[in-house]
Every structure is written in C-alpha cells, then in structure tokens.
C-alpha cells in the first residue's frame, strides 16, 4: 500500500484565492483526519470523519475552511478566501477504527498564502 | 476540555546517553497512548504505542511508561544516535479515536 498520499506537496498562492488540498486514505481505513501545523500553535485537529460523516469540526477555524469526503476514500480541505495566516503546513491521516486507532500520516501539503 | 502536556520542549544530550520526555493527560477515560517521531520537513510517524491496560513496553532502545493513577506516561531512548533527533510528539485518546497531542519534544543528540 502506497500509504496516505497528499497533493500538492507544496501551494504558494495569493491571498484571497482559493485552495484546496487533497487527500487519499490507506485503502479500506474509514477515519479521515485533517490536521494544520504552525510553529506557534503545534499540531492542530481541524476535522475528523468516520465513514465519510464529519464527526468533529470544532477544530476548524472559521466559515473560510471546509472539509469534505465525497466518498470513502477520498478527501478535500478547501480554504476560501485564503489569507497569510492559513500558511502553514496541512497533513491528513487515516485509520481503521476497528484495529485499535493507529493514525497514519500523508506527507502534508506545505501552503504559502503570500 | 481534555489536554496534554508534554516536557521538556527542548532537550539535548550526548550520544550513548539516555533521553526521557514526560507526557501528562487530563482526560482519564484515556485508553490509547501513541508517540510519533518527526524529522525536519517530515511526516509524524508512529514509533511505539501503549494501552491502558499495559505499564510499559519496550521496543529495542525505546520504551513507554504508563502511570494511570498519576496520569502520565513518558517515552525512554536509550544509547541515543545522532539519527534520534527529531521533533517527538505524545499524544492521548479515548474511545472517540481523537487524537489530543502535546506540543512536542525537540531532541538534539550531540555526536
């Protein structure tokens, strides 16, 4: 298995645009987590699913942040407006929540919001 | 609400020497404890996990402590090597599989 797979590893953009990061679970895993880390604030939950419902999303900053999973094994976190603030580096991780809630990490999308 | 606590932030020492990095958790319905390591520019990744129902567990020069009553388990790295360093993340969950993290260790192991 190919692990979680992040894209784009890397998105510099204006601000005011909008982004949006993807995500691919381990195959058959069923919790999806999105999470935001700074140097300031660490490592971050913004939102976790569990069969494609969003479970959590207390941790999602403000109305410009969305998360979505249109099926089972695919995910997007879309910023818009984005702005300086936003820059930061995003990982998602899955995990089969039978087998004991080992969370596995992707690669992580490094975002500048210049 | 639930919080981990993690010390010290930054830690330095000798190679061949031992490192201990302390986790406290607020939550005592806590039943998983994993630690991930993270190198610069990285991913977190899992090196060694423990269950609320162990007290400690090893795995060659690590190991994981667990105090239930105290509410605090710590990671153990011994004869550390300069490929140790790397930023160490504890992390605490209970039945819901969110994770609460600390706010990490940087380990520098001096050649």
């Known amino acids: 298995d190919a692990g979680v797979i992040q894209s784009p590893r890397h998105e510099v953009t204006e601000m005011g645009q909008e982004v949006t990061l993807r995500c691919k679970l381990i195959s058959g895993h069923n919790s999806l987590f999105w999470y935001r880390q700074t140097m300031m604030r660490g490592l971050e939950l913004l939102i976790y699913?569990?069969?494609?419902?969003?479970?959590?999303d207390s941790g999602m900053p403000e109305d410009r942040f969305s998360a979505k999973m249109p099926n089972a094994s695919f995910s997007t976190l879309k910023i818009q407006p984005s702005e300086p603030r936003d820059s930061a580096v995003y990982f998602c991780?899955?995990?089969?929540?039978?087998?004991?809630?080992?969370?596995?990490f992707g690669a992580g999308t490094r975002l500048s919001v210049l | 609400g639930e919080n981990v606590e993690q010390h010290p932030s930054t830690l330095s020492v000798q190679e061949g020497d031992s490192a201990v990095i302390k986790c406290t958790y607020s939550?005592?319905?806590?039943?998983?404890f994993p630690w991930y390591k993270q190198e610069l520019g990285k991913r977190p990744q899992l090196i060694i996990d423990?269950?609320?129902?162990?007290g400690e567990k090893k795995d060659q020069r690590i190991a994981v402590t667990l105090n239930k009553t105290a509410k605090h388990f710590s990671l153990h790295i011994t004869e550390t090597q300069p490929e140790d360093s790397a930023v160490y993340f504890c992390a605490a969950t209970s039945g819901t599989y969110k994770y609460i993290f600390g706010t990490g260790t940087r380990l520098k192991v001096l050649a």
């Open positions: 991780a899955s995990s089969l929540r039978d087998a004991g809630a080992i969370q596995y």
């Open positions: 699913f569990n069969n494609n419902v969003p479970i959590d």
């Open positions: 423990i269950r609320s129902n162990v």
């Open positions: 939550d005592s319905a806590s039943n998983y």
